[in-house]
Nanobody
């Protein structure tokens, strides 16, 4: 069965960095576009970034552009999100999502990121 397992979240000070990982299994990872979506406390879902199946095309929300970098390793079936210059408003649960805009959407369980001094 499809599994998406996020890791790498935690508590970090403003200005710090974290790298999130999403280990995928149960499907052919290299065939699917992947995304990161977040949900801040008390707020709705916010799309963060997309990467196409081959890794050659990426998109970012304006709120994270220039600070976050999405990437993938299809040989390791893993999606990444490098987050730099973190701000308190980046505090959220971050979800790895398979095929966000397609017919085969699937979400991981999420990993908590807290940016606070």
């Amino acid at each position: 069965q499809v599994q998406l397992v996020e890791s790498g979240g935690g508590l970090v000070q403003p200005g710090g960095s974290l790298r999130l990982s999403c280990a995928a299994s149960g499907f052919t990872f290299s065939r699917y576009d992947m995304s990161w979506v977040r949900q801040a406390p008390g707020k709705g879902l916010e799309w963060v970034s997309d990467i196409n199946s081959g890794g050659g095309s990426t998109r970012y929300a304006d709120s994270v552009k220039g600070r976050f970098t999405i990437s993938r390793d299809n040989a390791k079936n893993t999606l990444y999100l490098q987050m730099n210059s973190l701000k308190p408003e980046d505090t959220a649960v971050y979800y790895c999502v398979k095929d966000r805009r397609g017919d085969d959407e699937y979400w991981g369980q999420g990993t908590q990121v807290t940016v606070s001094s």
